[in-house]
């Protein structure tokens, strides 16, 4: 058996941050328009609802905008986007020895809850990230570099209702 | 080339940097709401600083014009409940939409999760979505940006969150130096 290489530590973040940055840019430059994740997954579940029942889709009115296009969300901007994004992590990670199959979590809680409270955490911010129009990809990153006035509300509203829950969940992380 | 071609390249470059700056790791994003590893603070406002100086000097040279980029619109009531409810998300699940894929592609089963979660929430809220279109549509602004709020120059603007980016990153190491 080969031994398990030493995983390298993380980048600078701000060496990362401006690498972040410059994709970003890249984006803004090469496409008109920036990064998003939340996007692909609400043009995923167009695709399912559409596919499951078509005339639910065309009138809900949040679904049917992502199926304009001739009704195939699976070749929308987006979705190639994000499956970069886990082609790019995962080759990142391969490279630095980074990949282990876990589950992440505090030292408190089990495996299960941990899944569990990913699985509502993940609820909650679909709920957020629609009422919002995009998450922290799509509002943070890209409408605030764009000095977006929503998507700076956006920011200190996330930041100030994470740090008004974390002391409540503490055993979960601590 | 393919805008889809190009798509997925930018989405590569994207997720190798988030990686790289260990935003895959759920308890490294939380440190930031327990004041214990402030990452995701830093890599986020250095992100959006360097490609906010990047698109204002690109677009006051005259290489692009600022106004051929899609800007999100502004709805300020929805935009600040989504925010809040997103927050308590994000500390719940210890991840982002962005960082939950890059957790779940370097073999995370909690990024899995968040990321199976974050689909059903949207697919949950997109169906009861209708409901509550009133809310959904209320107080919209637009295209709307600080610049236009403040009436102040945008290059002030730029440069103020500049300096408020270095303030706080100045205040970040002074944080993590302490403990």
Redesign the interface.
Known sequence: MIPARAARPYANPYYAGIALGLVLLASFVLTGRGLGASGAFASTASGVVHAVSPSTAAANFYFSRYLADGARPWRDWLVFELAGVMVGAWLSARLAGRLRATVERGPRVTSLVRLVLATAGGGAMGLGAVFARGCTSGQALTGGALLSVGSWLFVLGAFAAGYTAAPFLRRAWQ | MS??V?????????????????L?????L?G???LRDL?VF???????????L??FW?SRLG??D?G?????????G??????????????????????????????????V???????????????F??RF?A??ASTP?G???????FHLP?GT??LL?ALVALGG?TLAERIEGRR
């Open positions: 805008g889809l190009l798509a997925t390249m930018i989405g590569v470059a994207f997720g190798w940097t988030l990686e790289r700056a260990g895959g790791s759920a308890r490294k939380v930031q709401f327990y990452t830093k890599v986020m406002f250095s992100a959006i600083v360097t490609a906010m990047g698109a690109l290489i692009i600022l051929q980029i899609y800007l999100p619109e502004t709805f300020i929805p935009q600040l409940a989504g925010g809040l409810v997103f927050g308590i998300g994000f500390v719940v699940a210890g991840l982002c939409p962005g960082t939950s894929c890059v957790a779940a592609a370097t073999g995370r089963v909690d990024g999760a968040t990321v199976f979660g974050m689909f059903m929430g949207v697919l949950a809220t997109g169906l979505l209708p279109a809310f959904y602004r295209a709307f940006t600080l610049p236009e709020a945008y603007v730029v969150i990153f």
